[in-house]
């Protein structure tokens, strides 16, 4: 995979073709399923379970599944997720009883693991970790839906935590999620990040091989 990964979020994929729209999107040069699950308790949404993994898995799907947990509880469904087939598995440290039990948690389970930080979370909860995730995954909007518009606070703290993660010395994702467009995604770049989710930016899109292209123009730049 490119240094830089592109995550189309299946939040806005085609529901009645799921199967289908994952594969092409793949097939148009996305590197990672972004998977966003939401319990209508810790966000005001609802999405999907464990079976929809499985079913992609089931469909043929190969790549990652990076599942983005946006649920309270965290620890009861990270067990299902990783035997449906998830690569990679984040959760909002506000949503786990024990942070690192949850952490330990995922990779018992044959997963990467990651923290999830929404904007207005602050960055403390790296302080005991750093040496226990895989990814950091910051939420450059509120979560629960797609379509948001970009919070630019988030570049600061993209170079804070890019800071931390060159001087952890590890080799850790630094991703973003939330209003991921062409004209933003190389300043996204430049504060840091190497993996970007865009829901709506690409599967609003007639033609997903030309935007994921404009999106690695402008990462290349
Ligand atoms: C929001 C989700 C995001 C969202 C991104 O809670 O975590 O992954 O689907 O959608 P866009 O790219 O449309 O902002
Ligand atoms: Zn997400």
């Known amino acids: ?10 939040l806005s994929a085609d529901f009645a073709r799921l ?11 996305a590197d990672v399923v972004h998977f966003d699950v939401m319990d209508n308790h810790y966000v005001p949404n609802l999405t999907f379970g464990p079976m929809i993994c499985q079913a992609l898995r089931d469909y043929g799907i190969t790549a990652p599944i990076d599942v983005h947990l946006m649920v309270k509880p965290v620890d009861s469904l990270i067990p299902a997720f990783a035997k449906a087939g998830a690569s990679i598995i984040t959760f909002h440290p506000e949503a786990s009883e024990h942070i690192d039990r949850s952490l330990a948690l995922i990779k018992e389970h044959g997963c990467q693991a990651g923290l999830v930080f929404n904007p207005a979370t602050p960055l403390h909860y790296l302080d005991y970790v750093m040496d226990k995730v895989d990814q950091i995954l910051l939420m450059s909007v509120n979560p629960g839906f797609g379509g948001q518009s970009f919070i630019p606070a ?3 703290k993209l170079r804070q935590v890019r800071a931390r993660i060159d001087a952890s010395g590890r080799d850790i994702r630094l991703e973003v999620d939330g209003g991921v467009k062409v004209d933003n995604i190389a300043e996204i770049a430049a504060a ?3 993996m970007f989710v865009a829901g709506s930016a690409i599967f609003s899109q007639p033609d997903y091989a030309a935007v994921i292209a404009e999106m690695r123009a402008e990462l290349a730049k």
């Open 1 to 10: 995979m490119s240094s830089f990964l592109i995550a189309p979020s299946i």
């Open 19 to 29: 199967g289908e729209d994952v594969e092409r999107v793949l097939k148009a040069g």
């Open 154 to 156: 988030t570049l600061d």
């Open 192 to 194: 840091g990040a190497d």
